[in-house]
């Protein structure tokens, strides 16, 4: 049973336009969030995090929103560039304890 | 800045053999973890360790064991490995809430 969902497994954007990833999850004790960015033959990088105590969290061109009635989160990229072309991850996980859960990723790709 | 180092980038393996993946974090953390990386499948935690000596499995162990004898060496093992064992193997060291990642290893059992 999939506790993190990413539906979309790709996405493209055209330059300039904002991008939006969504990240649906299940458990009611999820309490911190994170996103991450991978590009081929890398590992994750860290992008942007967010508390259950918040409904939003803002990293320059990054903002992270979390509907918690709704056990839905959503990644916002604006302006999107060519170099935010990669597969992103949502990440889920609950205070005091040590695992993330992780989504299956949405591939974006910036269209120049 | 955090330096997570995974020892390889790509291997290849034959089915059977012991293979062993190394990962160093420079940075004292506590907490370190072996995810894999399949395509339409995400990253899936396969051992973690909270400190030196210390290990639980995680949701895919099967096939796999650890080894956590310094704290900042974290090393995967697969005793036999199999060609379901191809993949991307992920190294990482939690901080502050945050998972900080090692390049990762494409491990090819053949």
């Known amino acids: 049973d999939q506790q993190v969902k990413q539906n979309s497994p790709s996405l493209s954007v055209q330059e300039g336009r904002i991008s939006i990833l969504n990240c649906d999850y299940t458990?009611?004790?999820?309490?911190?969030f994170l996103w991450y960015k991978k590009y081929p033959a890398e590992g994750p990088t860290f992008l942007i995090s967010?508390?259950?105590?918040?409904d939003k969290n803002e990293d320059g061109r990054f903002t992270v929103f979390l509907n918690k009635s709704a056990k839905h989160l959503s990644l916002h990229i604006v302006p999107s560039q060519p170099g935010d072309s990669a597969v992103y991850f949502c990440?889920?996980?609950?205070?005091?304890?040590?695992?993330?859960?992780f989504g299956t990723g949405t591939r974006l790709k910036v269209l120049a | 800045d955090v330096k997570v180092t995974q020892s390889s980038r790509y291997l290849v393996k034959r089915t059977g053999e012991k293979v062993f993946l190394e990962c160093v974090q420079d940075?004292?953390?506590?907490?370190m973890f072996w995810y894999r990386q399949d395509p339409g499948l995400g990253l899936r935690l396969i051992y973690f360790s909270y400190d030196v000596k210390m290990k639980e499995k995680g949701d895919i162990p099967e096939g796999y064991s650890v080894s956590r004898e310094k704290k900042e060496r974290f090393s995967l093992i697969l005793e036999s490995a199999s060609t379901n064992q191809t993949s991307m193997y992920l190294c990482a060291s939690r901080y502050n809430e945050k998972l900080f990642f090692g390049s990762g290893t494409q491990l090819s059992v053949l």
């Open positions: 940075m004292d953390h506590e907490n």
């Open positions: 990440a889920a996980g609950t205070s005091g304890t040590y695992k993330y859960i």
């Open positions: 967010i508390s259950s105590i918040k």
């Open positions: 458990n009611s004790m999820f309490d911190y």
